[in-house]
């Protein structure tokens, strides 16, 4: 089967940083996604990683290592809006639609 | 106006009675798929659609159909409603060029079924 491993919950306060994991397993690999999700929201596009190493963007870095099966999401210089759900995802099998992960809730204090 | 739009917004439905979430897209993408969120569970695939004559099951068909009536237009339906189908429901889109499959989201359909 295809899966991605995340943790539930993080926290952290302002100002800081946090970095959030993911394993995933698949059959085929065609990059690791990370989408972004407010309380009830819409999940949206943060980054994408098709080849090992770190893609910066803004405060927000994502990096993956194909060999370990494994990518993380960097976050710095903590705000509260920062608070809200992070997924990872990556393409099914057949390489035709991005299953997630089961989502990791960021809480931002001050 | 979004990019991709869901309708209803909400709804409360009878266990038993039919029901169809409509999606529409102005993006010009042809890929789109049906997802269900349940907290703790993160996003799952119902259905997706390559195009009008392509129609795909996800992880969680079951008790699910899809139509895609246009390139624009994807609609999912629940024959026979039930309570564990009470749920927040996403239609997304990506376009077919390039490996990175960035897709776009609608606001979410939530569903109670009582």
């Known amino acids: 089967g295809q899966s991605l491993e995340q943790p539930s919950e993080v926290t952290a306060v302002e100002g800081a940083i946090v970095q959030i994991n993911c394993t995933y397993q698949?059959?085929?690999?065609?990059?690791l996604s990370w989408y972004q999700q407010h309380d009830g929201g819409a999940p949206t596009f943060l980054s994408y990683?098709?080849?090992?190493g770190l893609e910066e963007t803004g405060r927000f870095s994502s990096f993956l290592s194909r060999s370990d099966s494994y990518g993380y999401l960097l976050l710095q210089e903590l705000q509260m809006k920062d608070s809200a759900s992070y997924f990872c995802?990556?393409?099914?099998?057949?390489?035709?639609?991005?299953?997630f992960g089961k989502g990791t809730t960021l809480s931002v204090s001050s | 106006d979004a990019d991709v739009t869901q309708t209803p917004r909400n709804r409360i439905t009878k266990t038993g009675k039919r029901i169809m979430l409509e999606c529409s897209q102005t993006?010009?993408?042809?890929?789109m798929y049906w997802y269900r969120q349940d907290p703790g569970l993160g996003l799952r695939l119902i259905y997706y659609?390559?195009?009008?004559?392509?129609?795909n099951k996800g992880e969680i068909s079951d008790g699910y159909s899809v139509s895609r009536q246009a390139q624009a237009k994807f609609s999912l339906s629940l024959e026979s409603a039930i309570p564990n189908q009470t749920a927040l429901y996403f239609c997304?889109?990506?376009?077919?060029?390039?490996?990175?499959?960035?897709?776009?989201f609608g606001q979410g359909t939530r569903l109670t079924v009582v």
């Open positions: 659609s390559f195009d009008v004559k392509d129609i």
């Open positions: 997304a889109t990506s376009d077919k060029q390039g490996t990175n499959t960035e897709a776009f």
């Open positions: 995802a990556a393409r099914n099998q057949a390489g035709t639609a991005l299953i």
């Open positions: 993006k010009g993408h042809d890929r």
């Open positions: 698949t059959s085929g690999f065609y990059g």
């Open positions: 990683n098709a080849l090992d």
